[in-house]
């Protein structure tokens, strides 16, 4: 069976991530490979090659619950400015424009005051 290389890199990383923590060093390569169904001896193996080329760092762990809040406060600031352009585009849509003349502007839509009220009734 072939595995993509995110496949095959992804246990690496958790005997890696595992082996920098004291607590959860000891059997690192036994345990992860148990949990996922993966030969002891190939992980052990991919783990060396890792370690091997240098780059041994461990992915840092993210903090889930704050990185939450962040999109969802980022996306609650995106659909507030996609509703205020909603808006400004229905009121600049519907305002009066005039053409200059010498004579008179000629309006050539509804009021301004008939666009706002028609921009604020579209939520």
Do not use: W
């Not at 148990?34 to 991919?46: D, H, Q, T």
């Not at 370690?51 to 600031?77: C, F, M, N, Q, W």
């Not at 009121?91 to 424009?97: Q, S």
Request: glycine share 4%; no cysteine; proline share 4%.
């Amino acid at each position: 069976m072939q595995y993509t290389d995110e496949l095959k890199a992804r246990p690496v990383e958790l005997v890696i991530h595992a082996q920098a923590d004291p607590s959860t060093a000891n059997g690192a390569i036994s345990r992860v490979a148990n949990e996922l169904g993966v030969s002891k001896e190939a992980l052990r193996m991919r783990v060396r090659n890792r370690k091997a080329t240098g780059r041994i760092t461990p992915v840092e762990s993210v903090d889930l619950k704050a990185e939450i809040r962040r999109s969802r406060a980022e996306l609650a600031e995106a659909k507030r400015a996609d509703e205020l352009l909603k808006r400004s585009s229905a009121f600049f849509a519907a305002v009066d424009v005039h053409v200059a003349d010498e004579e008179a502007p000629v309006p050539l839509g509804r009021s301004a005051a008939d666009a706002l009220s028609a921009s604020l009734a579209i939520s």
